[in-house]
């Protein structure tokens, strides 16, 4: 992504109050739906990921970005600087299932650091300015399950996809029994 495409993304998240993607500086602004291929915030969005933007400002002090335990679910948070540089990387492939806490500095912060983070939970910027892009995919039928404003049935939709997979499996099998007449050897 060019710079003065991240600078047009970093000014209507955090300084264009009147856009309807403003959150402000400092927080995460979260898709509740996924997105369709227009309007394209990321190069090619992905019609089944819930994404989450927003832009630090680490003039002043440092951010703490706090990830909650996600069980049997991908997740990534990514930091990237103004020339589109993925600097440091957070997720389940890295860090499953967490809880991760990570603490956020700028190039010229000096400070004392706040109470339990050591080692790799500190993170510093090259700049003043990191962008986060957060992504949590969602199932194909967890679509028609979960609603936008209500995620609180994502839980449900897994289970009953699993329940539907087992019984088709179940189905298939006992219909293999049935009409091929072979039987399972264990």
């Not at 809880?99 to 910027?125: C, E, H, M, T």
């Not at 990191?130 to 609603?147: I, K």
């Not at 995620?151 to 997979?165: H, I, K, Q």
Request: proline share 7%.
């Amino acid at each position: 992504m060019h710079p003065v495409a991240i600078y047009h993304l970093r000014y209507n998240l955090a300084q264009n109050d009147k856009g309807p993607r403003y959150v402000g500086i400092n927080r995460l602004s979260w898709d509740r739906k996924p997105m369709k291929a227009l309007p394209r915030v990321v190069t090619t969005p992905n019609a089944t990921t819930l994404y989450g933007f927003g832009a630090l400002d680490l003039s002043k002090e440092p951010v703490v970005i706090t990830v909650p335990e996600i069980k049997d679910r991908y997740w990534s948070i990514q930091l990237y600087d103004n020339y589109a540089r993925w600097w440091h990387l957070i997720g389940s492939q890295y860090n499953a299932p967490g809880p991760v806490r990570r603490l956020v500095i700028g190039p010229n912060w000096s400070g004392k650091l706040p109470a339990g983070f050591v080692g790799a939970d500190i993170v510093q910027s090259s700049s003043d300015f990191a962008g986060v892009v957060a992504l949590v995919p969602v199932l194909w039928y967890e679509h028609h399950v979960v609603r936008p404003n209500d995620l609180s049935r994502a839980e449900l939709a897994s289970f009953l996809a699993n329940g539907v997979f087992s019984i088709a499996f179940f189905l298939f099998a006992a219909a293999d029994v049935v009409f091929t007449g072979s039987r399972m050897h264990i």
